[in-house]
């Protein structure tokens, strides 16, 4: 993981609401353990989301994590490659993508 996405994941963590938490399936009655303890486990995790992450169950953890990345900005697309501009040239040429691939390298 890049450093951005790392820093973005961790925007997106504090950023995020009961809601969000519910809808995910990340919050259930205290990490799937009602009986565990009186504490507010959404309270909790809304005070300090990355020691509540820590403490939840795996499969809590598996669900925040796929929200997390849910919200990702997607990877961008390399542009300008080499091969982008003699793909270009050959489609309006007609000629083979070998033969614009050595046009397209002489400078």
Same mark, same amino acid.
């Given at each position: 993981?890049?450093?951005?996405?790392?820093?973005?994941?961790?925007? #997106?963590?504090?950023?995020?609401?009961?809601?969000?938490? #519910?809808?995910?399936?990340?919050?259930?009655?205290?990490?799937?353990?009602?009986?565990?303890?009186?504490?507010?486990?959404?309270?909790?995790?809304?005070?300090?989301?990355?020691?509540?992450? #820590?403490?939840?169950?795996?499969?809590?953890?598996?669900?925040?994590?796929?929200?997390?990345?849910?919200?990702?900005?997607?990877?961008?697309?390399?542009?300008?490659?080499?091969?982008?501009?003699?793909?270009?040239?050959?489609?309006?040429?007609?000629?083979?993508?070998?033969?614009?691939?050595?046009?397209?390298?002489?400078?």
């Amino acid at each position: 993981m890049s450093a951005a996405r790392f820093h973005n994941a961790l925007r #997106i963590l504090l950023s995020l609401d009961g809601y969000d938490l #519910i809808n995910a399936g990340v919050a259930d009655e205290n990490w799937g353990t009602p009986e565990a303890s009186e504490r507010d486990q959404m309270a909790a995790f809304l005070s300090d989301p990355a020691r509540e992450a #820590i403490r939840m169950p795996d499969a809590n953890f598996d669900r925040l994590v796929a929200l997390l990345e849910s919200r990702q900005p997607s990877a961008p697309v390399a542009t300008n490659r080499p091969g982008d501009q003699a793909a270009i040239y050959a489609e309006e040429t007609g000629v083979d993508y070998a033969t614009a691939l050595v046009h397209c390298n002489m400078d």
